[in-house]
């Protein structure tokens, strides 16, 4: 059974960071597409950065140049690197895994965490 348990969020102040793990288990994982999604209240969920088996990197314009993802194949765990982070990034998180090219394309995954939320404050 395939298993994606973040953690890492909870309240910061605009300005701040934080770091979101993604500890991934049940199968392996290392050619595959790995995401990070969020939802905030009111939103439809969005796509904000992915990673693929060869290292590619897709972000969301929104994030560009604040955010960094990464993965540690031999740990099987995917991070977000969050900084500057802005009221508007306050959403719940979600980690997932999908087929190699899925980018940023919520169909693309069929894998997903139960999510961890972040919340920032002005």
């Known amino acids: 059974q395939v298993q994606l348990v973040e953690s890492g969020g909870g309240s910061v102040e605009a300005g701040g960071s934080l770091r979101l793990s993604c500890a991934a288990s049940?199968?392996?994982?290392?050619?595959?597409?790995m995401a990070w999604f969020r939802r905030a209240p009111g939103k439809e969920r969005e796509g904000v950065a992915n990673?693929?088996?060869?290292?590619?990197?897709n972000y969301a314009d929104s994030v560009k140049g604040r955010f960094t993802i990464s993965r540690d194949n031999a740990k099987n765990t995917l991070y977000l690197d969050m900084n500057s982070l802005k009221p508007e990034d306050t959403a719940m998180y979600y980690c997932a895994e999908g087929r190699s090219g899925a980018g940023l394309l919520m169909y693309g995954y069929g894998y997903w965490g139960r999510g961890t939320q972040v919340t920032v404050s002005s």
């Open positions: 049940g199968y392996t994982y290392g050619t595959y597409s």
């Open positions: 990673i693929d088996s060869d290292g590619s990197t």
